[in-house]
């Protein structure tokens, strides 16, 4: 495999750039934006929630599977290239249709479909690294790649977001287009590709079938969510019936049952997906499928926190959606700094201190920063939730650094494919879980009384954040 100089290591990783800007785009600034033009203030949660959560099935199932098929391509312009291009002709496409949504339903639509489309293109993409770089220059691919997929944060949040703030979505559309599109051409001229010669003999049952493995999974636990949250609003709310009335009993018992929903569905889904995907090896290697715990636990957390943000500026700030898309793409620029900050120092502070030390630091400062978040809701200062943010930022920036090194020194180094695409679980089951529930019990309870909902979905983010610092004490090197 012939060596990489110093911008191969950019051509190959350049893409990452164009995807997540589209990505951050996408679910930080034109969803959320438009779901509250769209959708009455007490539903805009459960709005969110729901598409965000639909979508994910569609990532969830089409990222596999295109880079699977990818595998196995023969085209004479490469494995990965083709799906590139054609994806993001789609992408194209989809994003002038979110630009042209007239109401929620045709914007659920334009994203569903636009979440087909990005998919197509991302789960080939991340075969470019293997392909082509040498294995003793894949530590510094790898982190050109973790800095092109930080840098949108920012780049975002001062461009896209601001003009949206300013009333021009259409311009921001235009913008996340042509960034997107400038990027898949450069790809698609700079990087070589040498054509496979040969489809590979390899069935796509057992890959496609640990995927459904996945989908399993997320269907449990979301089933366990229901059942063990409903019997812990259950209690608390007839513990709390003699005391306070029905009424107040009753979000009691919503929004405590909600947080634990959303612990036992991460709990459940996981060791759920991972018993269906590897069988007895889940149990061998409980290790690892703690792991994975960890992992969902602080990515449903900080991935909502980012989703609900804008709702929250709008209710605190009274604020229209246009204002708050501002004001959170301040918060993005900030957030993105921080993350960026300490996802540079983060490796040298997991190597100086351990992996598994700094992931549950991460844990702990992240949860921090949403205790400080709960506190500005009914006394709500920019300049306050401004520091939560970098708070979250900068725990967010050495998780990210840290804990997926953690969890490449927890799998059999002969089988570490199949244990890391079980990563996906966390991925995706992230949204699904912080927003997808998340999301109606802030309706609700904001509809009791304004402000309850987003300090008990807050306050839960930030319980969230500690409980993967807690899960780390199963986080261990099994032996088989």
């Known amino acids: 495999m012939k060596r990489l100089r110093w911008y191969d290591f950019i051509a190959i990783n350049l893409f990452w750039l164009g995807l997540n800007i589209r990505n951050t785009a996408i679910g930080s600034v034109f969803t959320p934006y438009l779901v509250a033009v769209f959708v009455p203030e007490n539903k805009v949660g459960t709005a969110l929630g ?38 993001v002709l789609f992408d194209l496409v989809f994003l002038a249709a979110i630009a042209m949504s007239g109401n929620y339903w045709m914007l659920l639509v334009a994203t569903l479909l636009i979440q087909f489309s990005a998919n197509v293109s991302h789960g080939p993409l991340q075969g470019l690294i293997p392909d082509l ?29 601001q003009l949206v703030g300013a009333g021009k979505l259409g311009w921001a559309v235009f913008v996340t287009g042509a ?7 450069l790809t698609v001229l700079w990087v070589k590709e040498k054509p496979l010669a040969e489809k590979p003999s390899v069935s796509l049952k057992i890959p496609m079938l640990r995927v459904l493995g996945i989908l399993a999974g997320i269907a449990v636990g979301a089933a366990a969510g229901l059942v063990g949250g409903g019997l812990v609003g259950g209690l608390a709310g ?34 759920a997906g991972a018993y269906a995907t590897l069988d007895r090896d889940a149990l061998r290697q409980s290790g690892f499928t703690w792991w994975v715990v960890n992992r969902l636990l602080f990515l449903a957390a900080v991935t909502s926190v980012q989703g609900f943000a804008p709702f929250f500026l709008m209710f605190a700030f009274r604020v229209s959606a246009e204002e708050a898309a501002s004001m959170n793409g301040d918060l993005m620029t900030i957030i993105g700094l921080f993350i960026l900050a300490a996802a540079f120092a983060g490796g040298w502070v997991a190597d100086r201190f351990g992996r598994k030390r700094v992931v549950g630091f991460s844990g702990l400062l992240s949860a921090l920063g949403g205790v400080m978040l709960v506190g500005t809701i009914w006394a709500p200062h920019l300049t306050m939730i401004y520091v939560a943010g970098g708070v979250i930022g900068m725990g967010a920036g050495l998780f990210m650094t840290a804990n997926w090194a953690l969890g490449t020194d927890l799998v059999p180094p002969e089988e570490a ?13 992230a949204g699904m879980i912080g927003k997808g529930i998340g999301g109606p019990l802030a309706d609700y309870l904001n509809g009791y009384q304004p402000g309850l909902g987003f300090f008990t979905i807050f306050a839960g983010y930030a319980l969230l954040f500690a409980l993967s610092t807690v899960s780390l004490i199963w986080v261990r090197k099994d032996e088989k």
């Open 50 to 87: 729901f598409i965000s959560a639909a979508g994910l099935v569609i990532a969830m199932l089409v990222q596999p599977a295109a880079g699977l098929l990818s595998d196995r391509s023969t085209s004479r312009f490469g494995r990965r290239r083709p799906y590139i291009f054609i994806g």
């Open 133 to 161: 770089t040498p294995e003793d220059q894949r530590g510094r691919a790898s982190a050109i790649k973790a800095v092109m997929e930080l840098i949108p944060i920012i780049l975002v949040g001062f461009t896209i977001a």
């Open 179 to 185: 960034a997107l599109l400038a990027s898949m051409l």
């Open 238 to 271: 007839l513990a709390a019936w003699p005391f306070a009335g029905k009424v107040t009993a009753l979000a009691i018992a919503v929004g405590l049952g909600g947080v634990a929903a959303m612990i036992v569905a991460v709990v459940a889904g996981v060791w």
């Open 417 to 429: 494919g199949r244990y890391l695409g079980i990563s996906n679980l966390a991925g995706a089951g």
